[in-house]
């Protein structure tokens, strides 16, 4: 979505208040119909905004000079809160959607028993959801983020125009996401004298050369307990530039966008495999066994729709281990529109 740019809205600091304050009405806008609690995309969209919110505290912290109580700590333990009851929603989604009218009899009656324990922690969590949104730290924060936005306080560096200094602040981002371990989840290395794969990121291992190679066996690849930590890691840094990006768009053009799509696939396909885990893990744990003892149907399905996810991960896991690729997207970030 691009931002219209109003003339006044051209240095640093105003770019800062722009965000926060869209993002802020954001969360303000979808807060009474949570509250409700009859629609899991006001949920949603409120916790979008929250993580926003966030990732603007986080991103412009060298701008912007926040009251404590509203710091991206503060915000963080709201999106946390909130993201609890999401996730929630979205594995009873699946299972009462996506899943549970493709089973069998005797499965579907099994899993509606998980189904109803599911409802159970749900109520428990919109509780939690409703206390923490009428708690005085929440009310507090909310005071005094409107009295920030109604009179920012900045640090020196607001004064300089966007334009120039864009590249400062996006480009730390991208570098951490593009150091990130979980770019190596699943793959091989070949040595670079007989491979056939030197457009990947190379590396140097005990002064040998060696080069990445994607595994596109995926129902040979095996996931650690560390690899899933560092994909779900690598999901929440991806998040994080993509909010941050998302806010520029009107300093680029199509190539930057393509990018900033990049990153939502990305964000959306590690979802997906972090889905599936998460469902596993919660469905073993309620049965007290494996599921394909008691949901076989279920088990090939989950497996069926973990490797799709993977396939299409894997697509722009080759993309981002290419140098070529990470090189033109940092060069990209240099050249905002004047």
Not at 199 to 211: C, G, I, W
Not at 217 to 223: Q, T
Request: charged share 30%; hydrophobic share 35%.
């Amino acid at each position: 979505m691009t931002t219209q740019v109003l003339p006044k809205v051209n240095s640093l600091g105003d770019w800062a208040s722009l965000a926060f304050e869209k993002h802020f009405q954001k969360t303000l806008r979808h807060e009474p119909e949570v509250l409700k609690d009859q629609d899991p995309e006001e949920l949603h969209q409120m916790r979008v905004g929250m993580r926003r919110l966030r990732s603007a505290a986080q991103g412009f912290r060298p701008v912007v000079t926040l009251p404590k109580a509203a710091q991206d700590q503060k915000i963080g333990k709201i999106a946390r809160c909130l993201g609890g009851l999401r996730d929630l929603d979205v594995l009873l989604e699946a299972l009462q959607n996506r899943y549970q009218p493709n089973l069998p009899p005797q499965e579907q009656a099994e899993l509606e028993k998980v189904m109803q324990r599911l409802r159970k922690q749900r109520r428990q969590a919109f509780k939690k959801v409703r206390g923490i949104l009428g708690n005085k730290s929440y009310l507090v924060l909310k005071q005094k983020l409107q009295e920030w936005l109604d009179n920012p306080i900045y640090t020196n560096i607001s004064c300089l125009p966007i334009q120039e200094v864009l590249p400062d602040l996006l480009l730390p981002e991208v570098s951490k996401l593009l150091l990130h371990p979980g770019w190596l989840v699943g793959i091989e290395t070949e040595d670079l004298e007989t491979s056939d794969n030197q457009d990947f990121l190379l590396k140097k291992t005990n002064s040998k050369h060696q080069v990445v190679k994607i595994n596109n066996d995926v129902s040979s690849i095996n996931i650690s307990d560390l690899d899933e930590e560092n994909l779900h890691s690598l999901r929440k840094e991806v998040k994080r530039v993509r909010y941050q990006m998302s806010l520029f768009t009107e300093f680029y053009g199509p190539t930057y966008e393509a990018y900033l799509k990049d990153m939502k696939e990305i964000q959306e396909y590690l979802g997906d495999i972090q889905d599936s885990a998460v469902l596993r893990e919660f469905l073993e744990n309620v049965l007290q066994s494996k599921i394909d003892k008691v949901l076989p149907t279920l088990e090939k399905q989950l497996q069926q729709n973990w490797h799709q996810a993977w396939r299409k991960w894997q697509i722009l896991q080759r993309r981002y281990l290419n140098i070529q690729v990470r090189q033109n997207f940092r060069s990209e970030l240099l050249r905002p529109a004047v």
